[in-house]
């Protein structure tokens, strides 16, 4: 992961030429794929208990603290079956699903898991936001929440392909996604500031480019009142 620091810190991929940025990350990604021994890294607990949800308490100033884990935890409790999801009942996000919480997915896409961990070696690589799926493929996807962050997608890019490289070393994936062949992908949502981002002519052209060599699925969510519809737009 340090490894990638540097070039995941870069706020723009149009500073450069397109070659020289994708050079660059491939450059960068093989010293990585080198280098990354899980002999030499200590091995790391599973912290997430998935068999049912505590619910989001009220933190006292009426709002539930609406974060990014949080989010896609929502979205998989409520679109996951055989779940307790009594907690939903007296959780603090129970009216926000015009937000995504507590929202039915809808669409050609599922959510299968959330917060996967991609090896049990490694501390502070981190988990991978949520798995989508459809009828043949299974996605690990980086997901941006649709406001209060305004991270640049060149760095949504370098983190999954990260992990992607990450989970096919360390072979746990296998269990989640029964047998589907793995894919990478990034999600953000509509008007948020990836979106936005993604579909300005003026910048947004280099970064298409090197989301499309790299192999990366983009998933935009739209809210429909109580209903989120996840697309592929890339």
Do not use: W
Not at 11 to 16: G, K, T
Not at 167 to 174: A, C, N, R, S, V
Not at 188 to 210: H, I, M, W
């Amino acid at each position: 992961m340090e490894g990638t620091k540097r070039i995941k810190d870069r706020e723009a991929v149009n500073q450069s030429t397109f070659d020289e940025v994708a050079e660059e990350l491939m450059a960068k990604l093989k010293a990585f794929d080198d280098e990354f021994d899980f002999s030499d890294v200590d091995a790391r607990e599973e912290g997430t208990d998935r068999s049912f949800c505590k619910e989001f308490s009220d933190m006292g100033d009426g709002e539930a603290k609406t974060t990014e884990r949080r989010l896609c935890k929502c979205l998989y409790y409520t679109n996951t079956e055989n779940k307790v999801k009594t907690k939903c009942d007296v959780c603090a996000l129970r009216d926000k699903q015009s937000e995504g919480y507590h929202a039915k997915v809808i669409g050609n896409f599922k959510v299968i898991y959330y917060e996967f961990v991609p090896t049990n070696k490694g501390k502070g690589i981190g988990n991978v936001d949520l798995i989508l799926a459809d009828e043949s493929f299974a996605y690990l996807t980086e997901v941006k929440p649709p406001k209060g962050n305004d991270e640049t997608l060149l760095r949504m890019l370098l983190e999954i392909e990260t992990y992607y490289r990450v989970t096919l070393k360390g072979k746990q994936y296998e269990n989640v996604v029964k047998g589907k062949p793995l894919r990478k992908a990034i999600l953000f949502f509509k008007d948020s500031p990836q979106y936005r981002a993604y579909n300005d002519p003026s910048c947004g052209v280099n970064t298409k480019e090197l989301l499309k060599k790299f192999g990366i699925t983009v998933f935009c969510a739209e809210f429909t009142g109580t209903e989120v519809l996840i697309r592929a737009i890339g």
